[in-house]
């Protein structure tokens, strides 16, 4: 009955079977999605994964107001976990990889013969900025406020208010002065909610030097 099937639509099978395939996942992921936003109607995120497993939403978290398409790479080795703070802004095909490290002094490269592991939960603070096609290891930190610039492939832990790029990820110059960066630290933006946002939004549009951030902190930590 199938090959009649196939026959009438003048189809090759493997190209049927493909577009079942990829159907069946659109499927998944357009439900797995609104279990998602109904469970995170604080922020604009959206998940994408390699394969379907409903457990995605369990291993991540997000804050207030974050926007972006999370794309994470898992393997259930049952140590993986992907926090992401309040108010990041994460390019649609940048990615985190939470397991699928493989030691490097067997053997053989073949995977049969080495599963991988996990280095330990990503996190990534509030206020990061994740340019177009980054990579993120798992184990790695990424500290409030930077700027991981395009293409680039994180592999260490990167300071607050920094901007990193390359492959592998380095520091390649501060946004603010070391002053400046600990009382930007002060702020706890986890009260800024889709609520209250506007309240905050001429504060946060401000260029700050080391005249006016006294000011605007106290301001923002008044309201």
């Not at 972006?68 to 940048?94: F, H, P, Q, R, W």
């Amino acid at each position: 009955m199938k090959s009649k099937f196939i026959r009438a639509i003048g189809l090759p099978f493997w190209l049927i079977k493909k577009w079942y395939r990829k159907s069946k996942y659109d499927f998944w992921l357009e439900n797995l999605n609104k279990k998602w936003r109904k469970k995170n109607p604080h922020n604009n995120v959206y998940l994408q994964a390699p394969f379907p497993d409903n457990s995605l939403i369990d291993i991540v978290s997000v804050g207030n107001l974050t926007s972006g398409v999370v794309n994470v790479n898992y393997y259930k080795t049952g140590d993986e976990y992907l926090s992401i703070g309040n108010m990041c802004s994460i390019a649609t095909d940048s990615k985190f990889i939470l397991g699928g490290e493989h030691h490097q002094n067997c053997l053989s490269t073949i995977i049969e013969a080495m599963p991988g592991f996990s280095k330990g939960h990503i996190v990534v603070d509030d206020d990061v900025w994740i340019g177009s096609g980054v990579t993120i290891m798992s184990g790695v930190h990424i500290g409030k406020g930077c700027i991981i610039a395009a293409g680039s492939l994180v592999t260490k832990n990167t300071p607050p208010y920094t901007i990193v790029g390359g492959v592998p990820a380095k520091v390649i110059s501060r946004r603010f002065t070391e002053s400046i960066a600990n009382k930007l630290l002060s702020i706890n933006l986890n009260k800024i909610t889709k609520d209250n946002f506007k309240d905050y939004k001429a504060l946060l549009k401000i260029p700050l030097n080391e005249n006016n951030v006294d000011e605007i902190v106290a301001k923002i930590n008044e309201l």
